[in-house]
């Protein structure tokens, strides 16, 4: 178990809400946008409405391009806090909230609080993430899922190889990596374990890679995310075919379901999004930088 002092819990959970409160401020600022979040937030209306939680439902009909979770988060948020832009995108927060915690909190135990109050900084401020937690859709939900289960695998692993106690991070990890796959399906689990194996074999700590393969995790996983999919195929006989087949392998290897960019939108879309911050990331990512010794971890974002 990691020891934290009531000192620092109490720090976290400032930094905790500074975060939330960051996000929420102006997301009430501008009203939904066609298509995505008036067709999202609508079907997590329609629960409410409805008081039918389970099946997703968009105009009367299951709607089962994705899992539950947004609409649950969604639902529940316009319950509490009434039919409003905040509550709408409430999901988004929560997401971009998770995932910056959570690197402020990896930061703080591998490098210095001071080191994680600069690196929550330098995300805080990029229009890409900032703008990601003001928009109602599933990306944020599933980023912040993603990326805290990957800093808490990669903790966890850290403290496994020095023989620390590793359970509790890597209990949260495969939970989170459970929510993920409820908020967009198998990436939510599939892209971070591939990173944690890949970084744990190119790194060649085996010892550590034995330890992520913890089956109490695979349980906590499975009772998770097993129910409702459980649920909607007994309910929808077709629903395993749809879901998997179709809505995560059929819809990449046809176009009509992705939307196309020319090989430069990318690259130009993350330098301009990542402003001001991108000259700093291109200066860190030179191999040259890393094999300088005098370079460490509290150096990197002066």
């Given at each position: 178990m990691i020891a934290v002092p009531v000192q620092s819990v109490r720090n976290?959970?400032?930094?905790?809400?500074?975060?939330?409160?960051?996000?929420?401020?102006?997301?009430?600022a501008r009203p939904l946008m066609l298509p995505d979040e008036g067709r999202y937030v609508g079907i997590a209306l329609e629960m409410m409405m409805s008081g039918s939680w389970l099946t997703p439902m968009l105009d009367g009909l299951p709607f089962f391009h994705k899992p539950p979770l947004f609409y649950w988060l969604t639902g529940g948020a316009l319950s509490v806090f009434g039919v409003n832009e905040w509550a709408a995108r409430f999901a988004s927060i929560l997401g971009a909230t998770v995932g910056a915690f959570t690197l402020y909190f990896y930061a703080v135990h591998q490098v210095s609080r001071r080191f994680a109050k600069l690196v929550l900084l330098v995300l805080l401020t990029q229009p890409l993430f900032f703008s990601g937690a003001q928009f109602a859709n599933l990306d944020m939900?599933?980023?912040?899922?993603?990326?805290?289960?990957i800093l808490l695998a990669a903790l966890a692993a850290d403290r496994a190889d020095r023989g620390l106690p590793f359970r509790r991070p890597l209990a949260l990890a495969y939970l989170l990596a459970a929510a993920g796959v409820l908020a967009k399906g198998l990436i939510g689990a599939v892209l971070p374990g591939l990173v944690i194996v890949i970084w744990l074999i190119v790194m060649r700590r085996f010892g550590?890679?034995?330890?992520?393969?913890?089956?109490?995790?695979?349980?906590?996983?499975?009772?998770?995310?097993?129910?409702?999919?459980?649920?909607?195929?007994m309910q929808f006989p077709d629903f395993f075919d749809y879901f998997f087949v179709v809505q995560h392998f059929r819809r990449f290897a046809q176009g009509g379901f992705n939307n196309v960019q020319p090989f430069w939108?990318?690259?130009?879309?993350?330098?301009?999004?990542?402003?001001?911050?991108?000259?700093?990331?291109?200066?860190?990512?030179?191999?040259?930088?890393?094999?300088?010794?005098?370079?460490?971890?509290?150096?990197?974002?002066?």
């Open positions: 976290n959970f400032i930094v905790a809400m500074l975060i939330l409160a960051w996000f929420a401020a102006t997301a009430w939900l599933v980023a912040g899922c993603i990326s805290a289960t550590a890679l034995r330890a992520m393969l913890w089956w109490p995790g695979f349980f906590l996983f499975g009772i998770v995310v097993a129910p409702w999919f459980i649920a909607m195929q939108f990318y690259p130009v879309l993350l330098i301009v999004f990542t402003l001001p911050w991108f000259a700093w990331l291109y200066r860190s990512a030179g191999r040259a930088y890393w094999r300088n010794a005098e370079h460490r971890p509290e150096r990197m974002l002066m």
